[in-house]
């Protein structure tokens, strides 16, 4: 699992992403059908994902990504496996 | 390594709309390297609004991940193994899929752009049916 305010920090990247300062966001809401995100959104969140948590995601695995629990749970993954 | 599976011929399209104030906002070094190609990237510097045209390179790219993906949903290209040229400045666009096994495929690009807007359509078109199956 990742830390509150790392879930925290993501919740903001996201936010970045879309473009939606003030969006809400659950676990089970899809990135692209709830919250929003488009194909650059995609580009825009890994950059910032890999900057702010010092991890390198791969364009497969963040394409594979449905919901933000997913998301959550990527970012724990690679955290984990380095 | 990818393998191309080859499909029943068929044709199969893309398309992607990129916001060009967002995509400005968007538009760092690290968002570049991780999308561009050097020559891509060369590309675009050459013009005075760069960013317009790598929106417009970026929404081709994206056109020819959807055609592509329609055509095998397997399949997931990075962005920087779909390379986006021109015959000349401002001209004519074409892709191609910097993979180990080229695609019994072909790829028609088309974009344009108005305002706030840029808009890329990929038209992919399997080969024969009857043409070599590529494994890796």
């Known amino acids: 699992m990742i830390e509150a305010t790392e879930l925290a920090q993501l919740k903001a990247i996201v936010r970045e992403s879309v473009f939606e300062e003030d969006l809400e966001i659950h676990p089970t809401d899809h990135l692209v ?8 959104g995609y580009v825009d969140l890994t950059v910032k994902i890999e900057l702010t948590f010092g991890i390198a ?3 497969k695995a963040i394409r594979a990504v449905a919901t933000f629990q997913d998301l959550v749970h990527l970012i724990t993954q690679t955290k984990t496996n380095g | 390594m990818i393998t191309w599976i080859q499909q029943p011929a068929a044709i199969k399209v893309g398309n992607d709309l990129v916001y060009l104030p967002h995509f400005e906002q968007s538009l760092t070094t690290p968002f ?9 990237r060369a590309y675009c ?3 005075r609004d760069s960013t317009l045209r790598y929106a417009s390179t970026f929404a081709a790219k994206e056109a020819v991940y959807k055609a592509v993906k329609q055509w095998d949903s397997s399949l997931t290209l990075s962005w920087n193994k779909i390379a986006i040229s021109r015959e000349r400045i401002a001209g004519k666009p074409s892709v191609c899929l ?3 096994q080229e695609p019994p495929v072909d790829i028609s690009l088309s974009i344009t752009h ?4 840029v808009w890329a359509v990929a038209l992919l078109s399997a080969r024969s049916t009857t043409s070599t199956q590529l494994n890796a």
């Open chain 1, 33 to 40: 059908t709830d919250l929003g995100l488009d194909s650059m």
């Open chain 1, 57 to 59: 995601i791969s364009d």
């Open chain 2, 98 to 100: 910097l993979v180990d």
């Open chain 2, 45 to 47: 510097d050459r013009f």
């Open chain 2, 32 to 40: 570049i390297r991780k999308v561009y190609t050097a020559e891509e």
């Open chain 2, 114 to 117: 108005d305002g706030d807007y």
